[in-house]
């Protein structure tokens, strides 16, 4: 995607939080908060607002369904939160509470992911770099949003 390089080529640091990160357990919420607020401040790259509070298809909507949220008032209570722990307090009193083996596994899920073949060429599509240098079809989504962040340089998994 490369929705954060600068006319030069040169990727800047990430305005937003790997999607490995987690806040009480919670796989993507960081990145989710960053995300939110960037776009209210107008700052989100272009390449980011598709998925902003997306469908199931995306990070931001597996981790709604998987809360059972309702992303406006997610969207509102992040922009209303002073900080990520009160966000996290509103989404444990508003979410479907899971185990802590449930979180596991739905982390776990998220890694173990490859796309199929159509979705491989969609990636291979919208990031034609890593495509150059790697196997996209076989890079965990939290991979490839790092690696074309400039987080890691080669895959982790």
């Keep these: ?10 990727s800047p640091p990430p305005p937003l939080r790997s999607p490995r990160d987690t806040l009480g357990g919670y796989v993507f919420l960081p990145r989710l908060i960053d995300k939110v ?3 209210a401040r107008g700052a989100l ?18 981790f709604v369904v998987f809360t059972g949220l309702d992303r406006e008032a997610l969207r509102a209570a992040i922009l ?4 990520d722990a009160a966000v996290l307090a509103w989404v444990e ?13 739905w982390i776990s899920a ?31 989504l939290f991979d490839l949003i790092d690696l ?5 340089d080669r895959p982790t998994s």
Excluded: C, K
Aim: glycine share 8%; hydrophobic share 30%; net charge negative.
């Design 80 to 83: 209303s939160a002073p900080d």
């Design 93 to 105: 009193q508003h979410a479907v509470p899971h185990s802590e083996d449930e979180n596991r596994a």
């Design 110 to 140: 998220i890694d173990a992911y490859r796309p199929d073949p159509d979705r491989t060429r969609r990636r291979a599509q919208l990031y034609p770099e890593l495509a150059a240098r790697f196997d996209v079809a076989t890079l965990s």
């Design 148 to 152: 074309d962040e400039g987080r890691i």
């Design 1 to 10: 995607m490369t929705g954060l390089r600068d006319d030069d080529g040169v």
């Design 37 to 39: 607020r960037l776009h």
């Design 45 to 62: 790259p272009p390449a980011y607002l598709p998925q902003l509070l997306g469908e199931s298809g995306t990070l931001d909507g597996r």
